[in-house]
C-alpha cells in the first residue's frame, strides 16, 4: 500500500500527520519525501518524522530555500528528476515494505521538479499498477473550506478521490469557526475526516507523541480490519 499525504497549503500539519500516521502503521513502513525544500533554515521534515515516529526515512531531492521545489531549483539552475523518476524510485521501495507513506512539499499543486511535474501527477503515475490512498491534511479555522475543497477538487479532476481529510492542529478550545468547520469539511468535500490531531503535537516528547499518535487514526483502521483495503486503486469514477 502507498498512501500519499498532502495538504490545503504550506504549514497546514502534513509532516506531523506523516509522522503519526507511520507510528500507527506499525514496523514495515518507510517514509518518503520527493522533494524537501527549506532544509538549510529548518528541521528538515524527514528529520521531524525519524525524531518524532522512530521509522525509516528518505528523501529524493533537498534544497536550502525555503521555497516551492521547482522554483527553488531554477533560482541556482538546477534540474530536478521528473515526477515519472520519483514513482519508478517509490514503486521499487514499496516492493521492499509493507507500507509507504510518500509526504508532499507545501499544496497539492506545487511543482516537484523542473518540468511542471506535481503530487497529482506523482499520484496519477502510481495509482496505474498499486493500491494507492491519498489524504488531505486540513486546517480546521476560518478559510479552510475554501482551500479544502479547491484542493479535493483537483485530486478528483485527475481521477483520484481522496482518503480522508486530517485537521492538523486542532485547538484545545475551539472558536466558531473551528467547531462549525469540523461538520462542515466532510459536508461540502464528501470526504471523511479520518484523523484529528491536536495543536502542538509536533512539540511532544517522542515518546509521548508515539504513545498518542496511534489513537489518532484508531477510528479510520477499525473501520477497515484488513488494514486499510487490499482492494484495488480508488478512483473517482468508483464512487458515482
Not at 513502513?29 to 528538515?44: I, M, Y
Not at 476560518?142 to 479532476?157: C, I, M, S, Y
Request: proline share 6%; hydrophobic share 45%; with cysteine.
Amino acid at each position: 500500500m502507498i498512501t500519499i499525504v498532502t495538504g490545503t497549503d504550506t504549514g497546514v500539519g502534513k509532516t506531523v500527520a506523516t509522522a503519526a500516521l507511520a507510528v500507527r502503521c506499525g514496523p514495515g513502513t518507510l517514509v518518503v519525501k520527493p522533494a524537501q525544500t527549506g532544509a538549510g533554515t529548518d528541521e528538515p521534515d524527514c528529520s521531524v518524522v525519524r525524531r518524532l515516529a522512530a521509522r525509516e526515512v528518505t528523501e529524493f531531492v533537498r534544497l536550502d530555500d525555503p521555497l516551492a521545489p521547482g522554483t527553488a531549483a531554477r533560482l541556482h539552475g538546477l534540474d530536478l528528476p521528473a515526477v515519472q523518476a520519483h514513482a519508478a524510485r517509490i514503486r521499487e521501495l514499496a516492493r521492499r515494505h509493507r507500507r509507504v507513506i510518500v509526504e508532499g512539499s507545501g499544496g497539492l499543486l506545487v511543482r516537484l521538479d523542473t518540468g511542471g511535474g506535481t503530487l497529482t501527477d506523482l499520484a496519477a503515475d502510481l495509482v496505474r499498477d498499486h493500491d494507492v490512498e491519498v489524504l488531505v491534511v486540513t486546517r480546521i479555522a476560518l478559510g479552510t473550506l475554501n482551500h479544502t475543497e479547491l484542493t479535493v477538487d483537483a485530486l478528483r479532476a485527475r481521477g483520484i478521490e481522496p482518503a480522508g481529510l486530517v485537521l492538523g492542529a486542532v485547538p484545545e478550545q475551539s472558536g466558531l469557526a473551528a467547531q462549525c468547520n469540523r461538520t462542515e469539511l466532510p459536508r461540502i468535500t464528501g470526504v471523511p475526516v479520518v484523523a484529528a490531531l491536536p495543536e502542538g503535537a509536533g512539540a511532544l516528547d517522542p515518546e509521548q507523541f508515539r504513545a498518542r499518535a496511534v489513537s489518532w487514526f484508531a477510528a479510520w483502521f477499525a473501520a477497515s480490519p484488513d488494514g486499510r483495503r487490499n482492494a484495488g486503486p480508488r478512483h473517482a469514477a468508483d464512487d458515482r
